[in-house]
Nanobody, 116 residues
Framework: QVQLVESGGGLVQAGGSLRLSCATSGSISRFNNMGWYRQAPGKQRELVATITNGGSTNYADSVKGRFTISRDNAKNTVDLQMNSLKPEDTGVYYC??????????WGQGTQVTVSS
């Protein structure tokens, strides 16, 4: 059974940084694409960043230049480094994984709150 466990959320002031980590059960090589999504109160879940098994990345325009996604195949983790945080970055951040057979998996989410 696949499990994705997020950690690293919290409360930070605007302009600060946080690093989120997603730990997978078993080998991360089972997934051809992993990413982070977020959901703000009253809004739909949206893509933040993704990274392929080959290391290609994709970012939402709103986070380009501020967030960096990375994956560590040895540790079976995907991290999201978030710098220059803004109040509009507030939300629940979810780790996502897509297997080679296109099955999707989600973590339970971690809260990020950016105060102004």
């Amino acid at each position: 059974q696949v499990q994705l466990v997020e950690s690293g959320g919290g409360l930070v002031q605007a302009g600060g940084s946080l690093r989120l980590s997603c730990a997978t059960s078993g080998s991360i090589s089972r997934f051809n694409n992993m990413g982070w999504y977020r959901q703000a109160p009253g809004k739909q879940r949206e893509l933040v960043a993704t990274i392929t098994n080959g290391g290609s990345t994709n970012y939402a325009d709103s986070v380009k230049g501020r967030f960096t996604i990375s994956r560590d195949n040895a540790k079976n983790t995907v991290d999201l480094q978030m710098n220059s945080l803004k109040p509009e970055d507030t939300g629940v951040y979810y780790c996502n994984a897509r297997s080679w057979s296109s099955r999707l998996y989600w973590g339970q989410g971690t809260q990020v709150t950016v105060s102004s």
